[in-house]
């Protein structure tokens, strides 16, 4: 099979496949994606898709890849076009997406996306980039050596990081006299548009040190002096002031595509498609409506446009991606290679009922949150067999997730003067993984920023309670908390189970074979 998928064969797919039923030659940009990769594709960018056809023409999808090409080399030759494979036990329902109009790939080319952010057709930049390209050190602050960081103060014309793209383009707009983009950060972090805002206007502090020094020396550049724009505020000051960060809240579960699932889909097809992407029934999008350049009618199609994301985000965070990272860490720790066979373990079910039920009383009170429901539908969503989702691919960047998901719901229970019996768990199931790499688990199984520090502790053979110390010293769990050497003692006694019997004794000590299965508060 040779004939790819493009503009000038997607007319010619069979009539059960959806395919977009508006003009993308008539389709202008409107928003910048900074990773594209397949959560993007599933969810901003359907959804996106879904007002095109509606008749909003003005936000086409610049794609920018900030690391790898191989996004853009998949797309490319498919005119941006690509299968999305909603999946469930009831079957597979094939659309193909057409609302990413473009492919950039960043180190090859930073001009054309400073381009494209400068583009005063541009009013949104959506960011789905993973936790770690946040580059936060352990306090939760810009971590000003992080060699990429030192690159873009350096050379602001050319960034490698989200922070240098989205400050430099900032400040070349403010120069031109245009508005600012609205930022809509769609990552797992707390209030995600907040820390990011912090973040950039931390970054910009040190741009406006540079060229205070520059200038202070006798070395600023007559471009440099243009550079902070218009009026008399220094660009930080901008961008704390000027620039809307929205929060948002996004869920959709997809997992890494496989060469099957290609090989699946271009059956179904009769053309091949290079990177189609894989997920479940299930999307949600709640989303602070703060947009002084305009937006497109994501209402129309699902999306909650609030006040507050922070109740929406603290469920998602606490009772999904926490559930998600328990079951990872576990199932991988009990030979379990995905996330439906480790949910079916009855024990790993068992748990992480009474995780939910651990965390929901951490939960906002008087939000509207329906907690109950909502853990009965995760229920169903993490029995999919159809996904096949890796309990691999969730275990990255565990020191980068752990702290919204794990860490400050055990803090708010320790506060409380409640216990986090079941969710220190997690983190010293995750402290067992990464340690059980190249043993009892692969080498390379799964990754973390924190890999090289976190390996010279284990090698360390240090008593069990000074390992623990020592990985939330690194990771910066728990920071200055006064709950802090608490959380270590429970963590530390769970670790010592899991070395001693692995999760079965874990779980034992924990009397998970005596409870009840089912979620609910204390």
């Given at each position: ?115 494209a952010l400068i583009d005063p057709r541009t009013r949104i930049v959506t960011l789905t980039i993973t936790e770690k390209a946040y580059l936060r050190a352990a ?384």
């Open positions: 099979m040779n004939s790819r998928l493009s503009n000038a064969t997607v007319a010619k797919l069979p009539g059960a496949i959806a395919i977009p039923r508006y003009d993308r030659g008539a389709v202008t940009p409107g928003i910048v994606h900074l990773g594209v990769g397949a959560f993007h594709r599933a969810h901003q960018a359907a959804y996106v898709d879904a007002c095109l056809a509606d008749g909003e023409a003005d936000w086409g999808i610049v794609g920018v890849s900030l690391r790898s090409p191989d996004t853009r080399d998949a797309l490319a030759p498919q005119d941006g076009l690509y299968t999305l494979a909603v999946r469930d036990s009831a079957g597979e329902q094939l659309q193909v997406v057409g609302s990413i109009r473009s492919l950039l790939v960043a180190p090859e080319d930073p001009d054309a996306v400073l381009a306090d939760g602050g810009l971590d000003e050596n992080h060699p990429d960081i030192v690159h873009d103060l350096a050379n602001p014309g050319s960034p490698k990081t989200a922070h240098g793209f989205l400050t430099e383009a900032l400040l070349r707009r403010r120069a031109a006299g245009a508005p600012p983009f609205t930022v809509l950060c769609c990552d797992n972090l707390p209030a995600n548009g907040a820390t990011l805002h912090r973040l950039l206007v931390e970054f910009a502090k040190l741009r406006d040190l540079r060229l205070i020094r520059k200038d202070d020396a006798g070395l600023a550049r007559q471009g440099d002096a243009a550079r902070s724009g218009a009026g008399d505020l220094p660009l930080a000051g901008y961008i704390a002031d000027e620039v809307a960060f929205p929060s948002s809240m996004v869920d959709r579960i997809v997992p890494a595509t496989t060469d099957a699932d290609r090989a699946r889909i271009a059956g179904e097809l009769g053309l091949e498609d290079a990177w189609p992407v894989m997920t479940e029934p299930f999307r949600q999008w709640v989303i602070e409506d703060r947009f002084p350049a305009g937006r497109p009618a994501w209402e129309r199609f699902g999306v909650t446009m609030v006040e507050d994301v922070g109740p929406f985000e603290d469920m998602k965070l606490r009772l999904l991606n926490g559930a998600h990272s328990g079951i990872a860490y576990l199932g991988l720790l009990s030979g379990h290679a995905t996330v439906d066979r480790a949910f079916a373990d009855p024990a790993i079910r068992q748990f992480v009922d009474w995780l939910w039920a651990e965390a929901i009383p951490t939960l906002p009170q008087n939000a509207g949150l329906d907690p109950i429901p909502y853990t009965a539908e995760l229920a169903d969503r993490f029995a999919n067999t159809a996904l096949a989702h890796r309990t691999a691919q969730i275990a990255n960047d565990g020191s980068q997730k752990l702290p919204q998901r794990i860490v400050a719901t055990s803090l708010a229970r320790l506060e409380a003067e409640l216990l986090p019996e079941h969710l220190s768990l997690v983190v010293a199931a995750w402290i067992a993984a990464c340690a059980a790499r190249g043993s009892t688990l692969p080498e390379s199984h799964f990754t973390d920023p924190l890999d090289a520090p976190l390996n010279e502790v284990f090698s360390k053979a240090l008593p069990t309670r000074e390992t623990v110390a020592a990985v939330f010293d690194l990771a910066g769990f728990a920071k200055g908390h006064a709950e802090r050497e608490k959380l270590v003692d429970f963590v530390a006694t769970h670790l010592v189970h899991l070395k001693q019997g692995g999760p079965i004794l874990a779980l034992a000590a924990l009397g998970i074979a005596d409870k009840k299965s089912g979620s609910g508060a204390d």
